[in-house]
């Protein structure tokens, strides 16, 4: 997923993180609809690359 990639990308090079934008403001980031948004998230947590915890929001996870 090319959003996902992305994001993982400016994690790696410094320019977000550790907590990552919200799904919203990715989706308005990326001109995408916030279901696409979403799924780049889920992907990444798929991926080990991010947390997601209710309320606080999400997180990348380096190594």
Known sequence: ???ADDLWQRVAAGELG???PSV?????EY?????TAAHAVQE????G????TP?????AVRD
Do not use: K, N
């Open 1 to 3: 997923m090319q959003i």
């Open 55 to 59: 309320g606080r929001g999400t997180w």
């Open 24 to 28: 919203r403001a990715i989706g308005s």
């Open 18 to 20: 550790p907590r990552l």
């Open 49 to 52: 690359q991010a947390i997601t």
């Open 31 to 35: 001109d995408v609809a916030h279901a």
């Open 44 to 47: 990444l947590v798929r991926r």
